[in-house]
């Protein structure tokens, strides 16, 4: 038997009418009740609270006093737009501080990544014994910035210093390495460097040791030196976690505050004076709360930078 | 390029052998398979020739010149290994390409080998993909054209088709036979699959339980295995291993329980024999009790022939071929007989040349 078009179509009133209170009632399925409201909020709450408090606020804060005047207590007082801002670019202070931060920052995510993967891929060989130097390569990832600040202010104390006996020893000049501002930057450097290299053994040991085996059994086959196998193989294997580390640890130096502070204070001259110890200074030694802010903002975007460059390349090399 | 094995053996440590004793000479342009179960030590085997481990005693010679302590590039052959051991993050050309780059050689050869290569296992429109971007059979595709890119005229495979679907290793196998051929590689095969053995050998080595248990051509280790490992190993379905007896009242005769009675032409040396019916060498027709030495528990219907699975009275298990379609119902009583092709083993599995002028009759 034929129906007629009236029944089977869904545009038939009767069926528009029970769609829609289907979707309705499936709409009220999904809409909180005062009490699921609660919990939610109850669950959101505390996150929110912490990051409001510790992140939101502040971040907030800081772009608003940033674009005024604040007297000593930090209170704003004339709106300056972004002036701050201008006066901070055109300072030949503040860009000296930009260029030592960005040729600290290279120079620590350069030598921790190659010194970094000569050891690990030192490591990383099967011998007797590998699992001691395993250990001691990444021993410095438990050590604390004031510990390790102290033991090399002890090395490289130019009387007592372990690498002033060493140059004497060997009838070399003496480093003044906290003194000369070349020197006490490359003292900050090496310190960095000796503090980052055991996290930075850790993970590129990690990423080598997933690598299949099968790849160098064949590479050895085929003929390839150890030199070819490691250019070949190795960096185009671990290149994800190359990157990633490399990104980590140029944003963490660009954060570095702690050995600043403990061992130059930005001196001397000024040589090793970044752009975070440098904001601790404006703000609470200085009192130019409105500055130090604008600098923060600024700081912020670099490592915004930074961070968006790792997402975009990770996202293309991750699969190779 | 001939490979002479001299008494080698494999200790990981003083109590875990895992090879004794191996002597093997493989001939130039041959095709040669060395075939067990797993964990027999195959592979390692093949990676002692390899040179990727090292070997605990004998000699390894690769054209009459020990290689014991020549590392792997030193030895001059190439490998298929099991995953095929492809770069992920190069594309197909590169790949192949990799050992001549490695070996620093000139780049308008290195372009014309890969070219050549990539031609002969019809890769040639995939040279730009990533291994990712490729089938399994594609895969193993670039392995073989990296092994053929290499002028080596030794070739290790390592189970190079263990990875891939039936279908695609039936093809790969006539591939890499073709291959072989063309190019005359000395070419050892390692694998677990009795098929692939016996399809594509010239010389199979029967490996199990540290110990070569046999070298021979496919047809020899068929038909003439030198024990009831080799003659289970090799033929679907497998072999029937019977347990006999001498006969009390006749020493030429030999008893299966009182299922079958096999006479020979020759005295039973000893009390307790073995004997080997290949399943299509039985018989097997419908019989009333009194005669039946065994029951039908399945049939299975091949097409071409029928396999009957039966339990002799006595209990043991037993497979007949027979061409054709039988049927048989579950629990029939059937009468099986075999008059030729019969082997003997002694209880330790050791063949035994007793005359095969013998029959089976219940």
């Known amino acids: 038997m034929l129906k007629s078009p009236a029944q089977s179509t869904p545009t038939s009133p009767v069926s528009v009418e029970k769609t829609k209170s289907k979707l309705a009632e499936q709409e009220a399925k999904f809409t909180l009740n005062a009490k699921d409201k609660y919990f939610a909020w109850a669950f959101l709450g505390p996150s929110l609270l912490i990051l409001g408090v510790f992140i939101f606020y502040p971040m907030v804060k800081t772009l608003y006093l940033s674009l005024f005047l604040t007297n000593t207590v930090g209170k704003p007082t004339v709106f300056v737009g972004i002036s701050n801002y201008i006066n901070l670019l055109t300072s030949a202070d503040y860009l000296s501080s930009l260029g030592v931060t960005l040729f600290y920052v290279f120079a620590v995510t350069i030598i921790t990544i190659a010194l970094g993967l000569v050891l690990a891929n030192l490591a990383s060989k099967r011998l007797p014994g590998i699992g001691l130097f395993r250990t001691l390569f990444s021993a410095t990832m438990g050590v604390s910035v004031s510990v390790a600040a102290i033991f090399w202010l002890f090395i490289f104390n130019p009387s007592t210093g372990f ?158 | 390029m001939s490979i002479t094995l001299r008494n080698v053996r494999k200790d990981y440590d003083a109590q875990t052998e895992v090879l004794k004793d191996i002597s093997v000479k493989v001939e130039t342009g041959e095709f040669f398979v060395i075939v067990g179960p797993s964990g027999c030590g195959k592979s390692t085997l093949l990676r002692m020739i390899a040179g990727l481990t090292p070997i605990t005693a004998g000699e390894v010679s690769i054209n009459d010149k020990v290689v014991n302590d020549l590392p792997p590039k030193a030895r001059k052959l190439t490998m298929v290994f099991q995953n095929y051991a492809l770069f992920p993050f190069m594309n197909v050309r590169d790949n192949v390409a990799f050992g001549l780059k490695a070996r620093k050689m000139d780049q308008a050869d290195i372009k014309q080998r890969v070219d050549e290569a990539l031609k002969m296992v019809n890769l040639t429109e995939l040279a730009n993909r990533k291994p990712r971007e490729l089938s399994g059979g594609q895969r193993q595709r670039v392995a073989l054209a990296r092994a053929v890119a290499s002028d080596a005229k030794i070739c290790l495979m390592d189970e190079p088709l263990s990875n891939l679907d039936a279908q695609l290793r039936i093809k790969m196998r006539q591939e890499i036979y073709a291959l072989q051929r063309k190019l005359g590689l000395t070419l050892i095969y390692v694998t677990h699959d009795q ?30 295995p030198a024990n009831d490992f080799v003659a289970k190993f090799f033929g679907t379905p497998q072999i029937n291993i019977l347990n006999a007896q001498r006969s009390q009242n006749d020493n030429h005769v030999l008893n299966v329980s009182s299922d079958l009675e096999i006479a020979l032409d020759e005295e039973v040396p000893a009390e307790n024999v073995k004997i080997g019916i290949r399943p299509d060498d039985m018989k097997a027709e419908a019989a009333e009790s009194v005669e039946a030495n065994a029951t039908v528990k399945n049939t299975e219907f091949l097409g071409d022939e029928t396999i009957i699975y039966a339990t002799l009275n006595s209990g043991e298990d037993i497979h007949v071929v027979v061409p054709g379609q039988v049927n048989y119902r579950i629990f029939q009583p059937i009468k099986v007989s075999a008059d030729s092709n019969l082997m003997f083993f002694d209880t330790e599995g050791k063949r035994m040349n007793l005359s095969k002028e013998a029959y089976v009759h219940a």
Request: negative net charge.
């Open chain 2, 195 to 224: 098929v692939e053995a016996m399809t594509m050998a010239d010389h199979i080595m029967v490996l199990n339980d540290k110990h070569v248990q046999q070298i021979g051509t496919p047809s020899e280790i068929y038909q003439n």
């Open chain 1, 163 to 320: 690498l002033s006996l060493i140059s004497t020893w060997m009838h070399l000049p003496q480093i003044p390495w906290l003194t000369d501002p070349t020197a006490a930057m490359w003292a900050v450097i090496i310190t960095t460097v000796w503090m980052n290299l055991g996290f930075t053994f850790l993970i590129l040991l990690g990423a080598m040791s997933s690598v299949p085996t099968t790849l160098y059994e064949a590479a050895n086959i085929e003929g390839a030196s150890s030199r070819f196998q490691f250019f070949h193989i190795t960096i185009p294997s671990i290149s994800p976690t190359l990157f990633f580390v490399s990104i980590i640890t140029l944003i963490e130096s660009f954060k570095s505050f702690g050995l600043i502070d403990l061992m130059t204070k930005g001196g001397p001259t000024n040589a090793t004076n970044m752009l975070v110890y440098r904001i601790y200074k404006d703000a609470f030694y200085s009192g130019n709360y409105a500055q130090a802010s604008a600098e923060s903002i600024i700081l912020t975007i670099i490592i915004a930078l930074f961070t968006l460059l790792q997402f975009k390349v990770l996202e293309k090399r991750v699969n190779y």
